[in-house]
């Protein structure tokens, strides 16, 4: 209506002169001859006009479908309409290539193409070289080019990053094989010593918190234990919670014990009495290699992480029976600071 409105106050203004002058020079017959030719001229226009206007409008109603299927995630039916459209309404070509470029580039299309995606936005520079999407269009372009870029080098870098897990699950498939063929050959050692009876003495190294079982001068095998806890210097009397230091051996042991199992210490030596005789006071005994407390087996290695012993050397109850096995009454033990 907008066009057929401009189209009349143009003929005004161009033909009212003429037609006033031709009513004086010519016949009625000749006036409705000219008024009939401009009708013509007219009716083509606004047909025209028209027909572009029905198609727009008619084309904004299926982008409408389109734009609510990408809203709603629907990316494939979306894409369906936009080919509708390019198919009926030719002369939105380029807003559909720029639609669709979006589309199949989209981050949350999982079916994502960036192929595609470029040849849409080519396409448009291609064919529709005035349009107002060209330079959005060359943008694209170089946005999609950079990404593909950076996603083959985040493939590269996953695939590289895939091997050296594998790699490292290889190793620690290996570490556990290995780890599994030494403790078979420790059992093997230990059941060969017991046979030869070959332990012949428990070396305790207090600064260290480790008891090392020896076999003429060779280490079979290494424990990490707990000490008394006031740990530092020599047990001087009784009640002051120090570990003895000095030689000794093992003189009995206790099945009984409320530590799962002990081996007594021959403490005190002749040393500890003599110093304990000049202090004035108590040497104190019941030094013993032991267990966990009776009911708290269940805290296992981590008993270590704290010297809770009123002077005796602990470990956890699977080490103590092991020990046992391997060291007889008589073996001596060693407790060095």
């Known amino acids: 209506m907008r ?12 033909f009212r002169p003429s037609l006033t002058y031709m009513g004086k020079k010519q016949s009625r017959k000749g006036e409705h001859l000219f008024f009939f030719f401009i009708c013509i001229i007219i009716t083509s226009i606004l047909m025209c006009g028209c027909s572009h206007f029905s198609e727009g409008f008619q084309a904004k109603s299926t982008f ?3 734009n609510n299927s990408f809203s709603q995630g629907n990316y494939k039916a979306s894409l369906n309409k936009y080919e509708q459209i390019i198919e009926k309404y030719p002369t939105t070509g380029d807003r559909v290539l720029f639609e669709m470029g979006i589309i199949y580039a989209h981050p949350k299309n999982e079916q994502k193409d960036y192929q595609k995606s470029l040849e849409c936005f080519q396409k448009l520079i291609k064919d529709y070289p005035g349009s107002g999407y060209r330079q959005d269009s060359e943008r694209m372009i170089f946005y999609i080019n950079n990404v593909t870029i950076k996603d083959k080098m985040i493939t ?6 895939e091997t050296l897990q594998q790699e490292v699950e290889s190793r620690g498939n290996e570490i556990i094989t ?13 059941a060969f010593a017991i046979q ?3 332990v012949d003495k428990i070396l305790i190294e207090k600064k260290e918190r480790r008891l090392m079982l020896i076999s003429k001068g060779e280490v079979l095998k290494t424990y990490k234990i707990a000490l008394g806890g006031n740990p530092n210097g020599p047990k001087e009397r009784q009640g002051d919670n120090k570990t003895p230091e000095g030689t000794y051996f093992i003189d009995s042991r206790n099945k009984d014990s409320h530590y799962h199992l002990s081996l007594h210490i ?17 040497t104190g005994g019941n030094i013993m290699i ?8 269940w805290v296992g290695d981590f008993h270590t992480e704290v010297d809770w012993t009123k002077g005796c050397i602990a470990v956890t109850d699977e080490e103590i029976e092991e020990i046992a096995k391997l060291a007889p009454n008589g073996t001596i033990v060693e407790i060095r600071p």
Request: positive net charge; without cysteine; charged residues 35%.
């Open 64 to 66: 409408e479908e389109a």
């Open 266 to 282: 021959s403490y005190p030596n002749e040393r500890d009495k003599k110093r304990a005789k000049e202090l004035g006071v108590s």
């Open 196 to 198: 030869k009876g070959l």
């Open 3 to 14: 066009e057929l409105r401009i189209f009349q106050i143009v003929l005004s203004k161009r």
């Open 178 to 190: 290995l780890q599994k063929k030494i403790k078979a050959l420790e059992q093997k050692v230990f």
């Open 156 to 161: 590269t870098q996953q695939t590289q990053i």
């Open 290 to 297: 032991h267990g966990i407390k009776n009911g708290f087996s």
